[in-house]
């Protein structure tokens, strides 16, 4: 079983940063990519990033390349980390981290991934 754990969301203006942590735990010898996917309500899940079970390789969506980095430690935490800055009104939503088991490249589907952590709310203000 595998466990991912996210922390770090909060309420900011816009322009400032937050940076999230999602910690896994459990079978963590099996994770391979980890992604952080959003949602708002009434909306479906929104992939926002993910990085290979290497660290090697990063996917971002369009709307945060630039602003959000995606990094990974898995040598000491096995914590995968979103550095979010420059936040906007928009990005305010529920930030889930997922792991899978089966991809080592960071799919962009939720449906890809096996594990779910329960989310950590982020909001900005204008």
């Known amino acids: 079983q595998v466990q991912p754990v996210e922390s770090g969301g909060g309420l900011v203006q816009a322009g400032a940063s937050l940076r999230l942590s999602c910690a896994v735990s459990?079978?963590?010898?099996?994770?391979?990519?980890v992604g952080w996917f959003r949602q708002v309500p009434g909306k479906d899940r929104e992939f926002v990033a993910g990085?290979?079970?290497?660290?090697?390789?990063?996917?971002y969506a369009d709307s945060v390349k630039g602003r959000f980095t995606i990094s990974r430690d898995n040598v000491v935490k096995n914590t995968v980390y979103l550095q979010m800055d420059n936040l906007k009104p928009e990005d305010t939503a529920v930030y889930y981290c997922?792991?899978?088991?089966?991809?080592?490249?960071?799919?962009?589907?939720?449906?890809?991934?096996?594990?779910w952590g329960q989310g950590t709310q982020v909001t900005v203000s204008s």
């Open positions: 459990g079978r963590t010898v099996s994770v391979n990519a």
């Open positions: 997922a792991a899978t088991l089966s991809w080592a490249r960071p799919p962009t589907r939720s449906s890809n991934y096996d594990y």
């Open positions: 990085i290979s079970g290497s660290g090697s390789r990063t996917e």
